[in-house]
């Protein structure tokens, strides 16, 4: 059955994939299944890289079921699988009239974000069918890019079970449950480097600098930090490093991330270096503290006036920030993606309340270390799709984190 149009009538319920079989013609079923399971497949590639986004991939396809170009979601906040797809296909000079069908793994949103909405994109490249794997499991937009295209002419047809997000892009789902569109909170990553032995801070004697992680790593954090809305950290790190959180090397980063530190007490120097102008060659968004309603008024002074931005919130349980209230604020300041660079006490404290949604771990070789250990902590982590790499002499994991540890 072709889904040509879907009804323009936006109230009514447009079927799930499930309800809806249909036939592009001549292509059979088979070959766009199997061409949209192994875009899926090579999609999830980029998973760590766009969470909380989907992994989605994308291909043009002739009428004999060749893949003509593809494309994938690569970089948070940077084109959609199908948009990479038609690049692709526009630098090889061929005319549109040579695709018969684009697949997609996932439907294509239909209102603008980072990006612009993928259905226009896809209207005005004229294009004349469409193949989709799974529905967007949001129910705000769950069939609504489908009966957008319907009404512009473009044939639908869907692929159940081909690449189900359930397989392609599990974390997808997670970040559009009930309880997380109820209550939204930012996609929290916490990135950290640790000793073998699962030390956050290096043994005295660790030599030159106080790095555990190697050059090559830093750098890779450097490319983190510009694919995210806001890089969070503990006063304890402050006071201890005296860090800059700023994205080193930023280039075409027009919104460098949000600098937002957790200290209850307002005990943030207000000479440290956070608050320094942006030197050459480097970005620094501004810098957020969250601190206990009714904190030290003289401190909060001199912060203001250091360029901070101070903003008291209720205190948790116990008497600290309020995790969840400094997400929820994040949230209402625009961050969707956050990055938690901070010692172990903030560190245990988000993983104990559930809200650390993917690691990035950074093994340096060095043994040993001061402080507490992550070690057990992340032990207890349930780590999902996990993938183990090495860059220059360290090693690194990557994961998402399972409900269940929480
Ligand atoms: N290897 C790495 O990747 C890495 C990264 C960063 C830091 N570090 C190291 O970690 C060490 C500092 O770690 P740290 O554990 O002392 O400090 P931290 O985790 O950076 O900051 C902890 C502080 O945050 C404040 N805070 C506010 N609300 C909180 C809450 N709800 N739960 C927990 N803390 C809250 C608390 O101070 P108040 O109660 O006063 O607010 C707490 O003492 C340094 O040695 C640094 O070098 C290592």
């Not at 929290?188 to 004697?205: C, F, M, N, V």
């Not at 890779?220 to 005296?242: F, P, W, Y």
Request: proline share 8%; net charge positive; charged share 25%.
């Amino acid at each position: 059955m072709i889904l040509t149009p879907i009804t323009p009538d936006r109230s009514r319920r447009v079927a799930c994939a499930a309800d809806m079989p249909s036939t592009v013609a001549s292509i059979p079923r088979g070959r766009m299944a199997q061409i949209l399971a192994e875009v899926g497949e090579r999609a999830r590639a980029a998973r760590f890289e766009i969470a909380p986004n989907p992994a989605v991939g994308a291909a043009l396809v002739a009428a004999d079921g060749s893949i003509l170009a593809e494309g994938r979601h690569l970089v948070y906040g940077g084109p959609h699988a199908e948009i990479e797809a038609l690049r692709a296909y526009r630098a090889t000079g061929r005319p549109m009239a040579d695709v018969h069908t684009l697949a997609i793994t996932l439907e294509p949103c239909s209102t603008t974000g980072k990006t612009p909405a993928c259905t226009d994109a896809i209207i005005k490249s004229g294009i004349k069918r469409v193949a989709i794997a799974d529905l967007d499991p949001d129910p705000r937009h769950r069939g609504r890019a489908l009966a957008i295209l319907g009404e512009h002419g473009i044939e639908v047809e869907t692929h159940p079970g081909a690449a189900p997000l359930s397989v392609v892009s599990p974390h997808f789902e997670s970040y559009t449950s009930y309880e997380r569109l109820r209550r939204p909170r930012p996609w929290l990553i916490a990135k950290w480097a640790q000793t073998r032995s699962g030390h956050l801070s290096p043994p005295e004697d660790v030599g030159e600098g106080r790095w555990i992680s190697s050059p090559e790593s830093l750098r890779e954090v450097q490319l983190l930090r510009s694919h995210v809305d806001a890089i969070v950290t503990g006063v304890g790190t402050v006071v201890a490093d005296d860090p800059r959180l700023t994205v080193r090397f930023p280039a075409g980063l027009d919104r460098p991330p949000l600098r937002v530190v957790l200290d209850t007490e307002l005990r943030t120097p207000p000479d440290a270096r956070i608050f320094r102008p942006a030197e050459r060659g480097e970005a620094g968004g501004p810098v957020y503290i969250l601190c206990r309603a009714g904190a030290n008024g003289v401190r909060h002074r001199e912060l203001l006036a250091a360029g901070a931005r101070v903003h008291p919130l209720r205190p948790g349980a116990d008497g600290r920030v309020h995790l969840r209230e400094s997400l929820e604020w994040m949230w209402r300041f625009g961050v969707r993606r956050a990055l938690l660079e901070t010692g172990p006490t903030l560190l245990s404290s988000y993983f104990e309340a559930g809200f650390v949604d993917q690691v990035r771990i950074y093994t340096g070789n060095v043994n040993g270390g001061r402080g507490d250990s992550l070690a057990t902590l992340l032990a207890g982590t349930k780590l999902l799709e996990r993938s183990d790499r090495e860059v220059g002499p360290d090693a690194v994991l990557e994961a998402f984190v399972g409900r269940s540890s929480r």
